[in-house]
T-cell receptor, first 115, second 108 residues
């Protein structure tokens, strides 16, 4: 079975520029998560989708970050404008909610450097 | 929000040694998973274990939900076990919040 796909793997941008990340979850997985992982820290949940609806976006900096999941499959995360502190790895994960068993699987992440 | 604390923060082992990693959480959970983040940054799901005990090869995990902690046991450690181990918990609606992590280094 194919895993969670993310692109690009690496991105370097200047501050105040915009950037977008793409995620394709495992086929059939209704739940999709975006996490931000700053070096040396655990992943921080930014937004969670169930199909194409947002379940939790309480930690998403909505003044600069946005995310969508059209048709309940692929998702994009956008930052506009980027700040230096946005330098991090952005991880996408998906899970299949069957009877409460919600094992999550992660993509390889996109490493963003803002200079 | 829920607090997830892991201990120890760092652990250095000789190859072949055993270890126990701990995860404490501040609220009732209906979802608990252990992950290994390898040196290349990939997060690998080790266990889905909101309660009880599971074993997979040299790894096993136990969650005591009523006392709000989980333990990950690694036996006969190998250099490939090096990396960061994360506990992640959920409180409902399929959410998943990560702990602070334990960085394990296994030396030959």
């Amino acid at each position: 079975e194919a895993g969670v796909a993310q692109s690009p793997r690496y991105k370097i941008i200047e501050k105040r520029q915009s950037v977008a990340f793409w995620c394709n979850p495992i086929s059939g997985h209704a739940t999709l998560y975006w996490y931000q992982q700053i070096l040396g820290q655990g992943p921080k949940l930014l937004i969670q989708f169930q199909n194409n609806g947002v379940v939790d976006d309480s930690q998403l900096p909505k003044d600069r970050f946005s995310a969508e999941r059209l048709k309940g499959v692929d998702s994009t995360l956008k930052i506009q404008p980027a700040k230096l502190e946005d330098s991090a790895v952005y991880l996408c994960a998906s899970s299949l909610w069957t009877g409460g068993k919600t094992k999550a699987f992660f993509g390889q992440g996109t490493r963003l450097t803002v200079v | 929000g829920i607090q997830v604390e892991q201990s120890p923060p760092d652990l250095i082992l000789q190859e072949g040694a055993n270890s126990t990693l701990r995860c404490n959480f501040s609220d009732s959970v209906n979802n608990l998973q252990w992950f290994h983040q390898n040196p290349w940054g990939q997060l690998i799901n080790l266990f889905y274990i909101p309660s009880g005990t599971k074993q997979n090869g040299r790894l096993s995990a136990t969650t005591v939900a009523t006392e709000r902690y989980s333990l990950l046991y690694i036996s006969s450690s190998q250099t490939t076990d090096s990396g960061v181990y994360f506990c992640a918990v959920g409180t409902g609606a399929n959410n998943l919040f990560f702990g602070t992590g334990t960085r394990l280094t296994v030396i030959p």
